[in-house]
C-alpha cells in the first residue's frame, strides 16, 4: 500500500512538472507571435484602455444634454427672530419658525450650439482613439517581425559557425596526424588550432546574439522573461520570388493608411473646432421644473410647491474674444490641412523608396546566394589540395575566412530582404 501511494504521489509530481513546463514554453510560428503580441503586449493594452476612455467621455458628452434631476434638503433656523407689519399705524410681529423642505429640480437643454458640436468632437476623438491602436497594433506586428527574423537570422549564424567549426576540428585532426607521421609542418597545425579557438568564440557571441533577441521578442510579447520560445519558423519559410514580385506589383492605397486616415481626422477636428467657435454666438435655451415639500413651513410663506420655467442666454459683448477664437480655429484648418498634403507626399516617396529597396535586397540575395555555392565549391577544393599536400595552410585560412564571409554576407542579405518586406507591409497596412 506504501508503495502504491508513493507511486501516485510521483506520478502527480511528474504530471505537474510537466504543466508548469508547459506554461513557461511558447511554440511560436510569426503569425501566431503576432496574434499573441497583440493579446498581451503591454502597451497595446493601454492602447485599449484609450479608447474604452474615450467610449466613456463619449457618453459623459451625450449624457450633458438629456434630463437631470437633482433632489436636495434645507433647513432654516431664524433663532426666534420676529418681523414687524405694519398696517394703518399699527404693528404687528409676526414670528420666523424654522422651517425645512425637500426639493425636487428637473432640468433639460433644448439647445446649445456647443453640446452638438461637442457630441460630434468626442464621436471623432473616440475614432481618432480606435485608429491609434489599430495602428499600434500594425506597429507592434511590425517588430515582432523584425525581432522574430533577427533571432532566426542569429540563430542560423550560430548554425553555421558549429557547422564550419565541425569541418576546421576534422581538419585539425587530420593534419595532426599528419604532424605525426611528418607529412605536415607542426605550425599549420597550429594556425588551424587559432582558427578553431576564433571560432569557438565567434559561437558564443552567436549565442549571447540569440539570447538578447529572444528576450526583446519576450518583452514584445508581454510574456514572462523566464518563458522558453521555441520558433517553428524558418528563414526560407518567408523569402519567395513569388510574393516579392507580388507585393511589387500590388497597389498602394493612400487612403487606408493609418497616419493617413488619423490626418484626415485630424482636419475634420479643425473644421470641428471651427463650428465650435461659431456656436458661442448662439443662444443657450434650457427648461426646469422644481418642485417643493415642505416638511416644516413658517406662518408667512408664499412659495409655490411647483415651479415651471425656461431660462434663455446669448452672449452680446465679448470684447472680440469669440471672434478671436473663430479666427483660430480656421487658421488650425489650413494648418491641417497643409500638414495632410505633406505628409501624403512623404508616403509617395516612402513607397518609391521601399518599392526600391525590395527590389535592390532582392537581387543582393540571388547575388549572394550564388556567391555561397562558388565561396563552399572553393573551400572544400582546398581542404582536399590541403590533405593532400598540394595548399597550404595559408590557403586553407585564406578559403575558410572567404567562406565565412560569404556566409555572413548571405545570411545578412536574407535580413535586409526580410525587413524590406516588413516596411513595405507595414507602409500597406498588412499585420
Known sequence: MNFKKHFLILILLVAGFVQLQAQNSLSLSLNAAKKYAIEHNRSLQQADLATQQSQQTLWQTISEGLPQVTASYSYQNMLGYEMELGFAGNTFPIE??????AQLQVTQLLFNGNYWV?????KLAKEMTLTNQKKSELDICKTIAESYHSVLVAQEMQRVLEGNLTNMEDVLKNTEKMVEVGVAEKTSADQLRVQVALMKNNIKAAQRQVELGMNMLRFQLGTDPKTE?????KLEDFISENAVNGMLLESFDIEKNYNMIMLE???KMAESEVQM???NFLPTVAAFYNYTYKITESDFDMQPPHVV???ASMPLFTSGKNCSKYKQAKLKVKSADI???SVTDQLL?????LRFNLRNTFETYQTQKENIEVSTAVYNNITKKFEQGAASSLDLSNANNNLLVAQSNYIQSMMQLLNAETELNNLFGKK
Open 277 to 279: 467657435a461659431g456656436a
Open 339 to 341: 500638414d495632410k498634403q
Open 118 to 122: 461637442g457630441i460630434k468632437m468626442s
Open 309 to 311: 420655467g425656461i431660462t
Open 265 to 267: 481626422q485630424s482636419v
Open 229 to 233: 520560445i521555441v520558433l517553428t519558423n
Open 96 to 101: 420666523l419658525k424654522p422651517t425645512s423642505n
Open 349 to 353: 516617396l516612402q513607397e518609391k523608396q
